[in-house]
């Protein structure tokens, strides 16, 4: 296996209007050791025809044809059959600049501890072009790195960077059905959960995300939430710090989700009581999901005044669950 060879991993689905400038912009690489995979997932326009033809054009692109899957699916079969040492994911709506793989490749990135190396975006609206902030810089921790994924310092899609062969298991890329909108979540955290030390390069624009209203990405679907936190708490076991905690909570509050459910799910994940201010949080949310806001408003704003005992004095003696 050559240790500079990329794999280049591009899910094609209904990408006729957009993926030959996705295809032409790979084989403007400057960096020359690169292979791209091609999954036609069961696209039913002449998407599949395009592949066929990039495939006659350099023998550096390999199509596979499936039964339509799903995304996850796809960048699935697109790993089992690549062989670079690096792997990376390409939108077939999206192209990437000229020098992507040189920059993401430098090798004063690629010390034996780095198996992430993050880049950063350029969102394109019509011809209109805005960097999109990585608000991470230099080489992180593994654990920096969720944190960033889970309070959007980090875009959570899984282009624009490259990963070391390693990290990938069977069940990095197996997400339940029911999760639609988390798919790149939930493969990233576990992605990053494996990983040892991250490089973040905020500097170099390597990836042009164009907005396609047509695409998996901009979909408005209904969210199974629980499957999506049991398939977080997965990911992180009990090793999540308060950041994690608060975040979660947050989201689990936001979108309705049950006190026993979010009880019973932090309970899981973190193997430890919460923090006071966190308690705070998640009891005085969670009251208006009990159908009772006008109590919890109050109750709420009694408990910012207090301290931490007599808060926690408060919720034994006057909330009830």
Known sequence: MCRDLVSIIVPVYKAENFLKECLDSILRQTHPFWECILVDDGSPDSSGLICDEYVRKDNRFKVIHKINGGVSSARRDGVNSSKGEWITFVDSDDIISDTALERLMNPLLLCSDID????AWVRQISTNRR?????????????????ALLTNRCYFGPVGRIFRRSLFNENTLLVPPSIINNEDLVMNLRLANNARM???CPHDYVYVYRCNIDSASHRVANNDWSSLFECIRFCLGSNCSEAFIEYLLDTAI????????????????????????????LHGGLLKDNKIAVLGYNIHNKLIKLSKLPAFLYYKTVIRY
Not at 116 to 119: A, K, L, M
Not at 260 to 281: G, Q, R, T, V
Request: glycine share 6%; aromatic share 10%; proline share 6%.
């Open 198 to 200: 991250v490089a973040c």
């Open 116 to 119: 992430i190396v993050i880049g």
């Open 254 to 281: 936001k979108y309705g989700l049950t006190y026993n459910f979010i009880k019973n799910w932090d309970a899981k994940l973190c193997k430890k009581e919460l923090p006071s201010y966190l308690k705070m949080k």
């Open 131 to 147: 960097p999109i902030p990585l608000r991470v810089n230099g080489v992180i921790s593994n654990t920096k790195l969720m944190e």
